[in-house]
């Protein structure tokens, strides 16, 4: 049994997507500064973010919110 989510916008997009898109168009550096974490700043790999981020609450709705927002506007 599926649950439908119609109100949350990131139905349907993984974390690893979410972040691709992020780096995509921010690059690390930026990303780094925008959200200050040190998985964007030191040595920074998709991988290593993911693991982070998933292991991490807090951190991981920095990234969501600015995803959000860069998709918003």
Not at 8 to 31: C, M, R, S
């Amino acid at each position: 049994m599926s649950v439908k989510q119609p109100a949350n916008p990131l139905h349907g997009i993984t974390l690893e997507k979410l972040l691709e898109e992020l780096v995509a168009d921010y690059g690390w550096a930026e990303l780094g500064r925008l959200i200050d974490i040190r998985c964007f700043n030191n040595d920074p790999s998709i991988k290593s973010s993911l693991k982070f981020l998933r292991e991490t609450e807090w951190a991981r709705k920095q990234v969501e919110e600015l995803y959000l927002l860069k998709k918003s506007g």
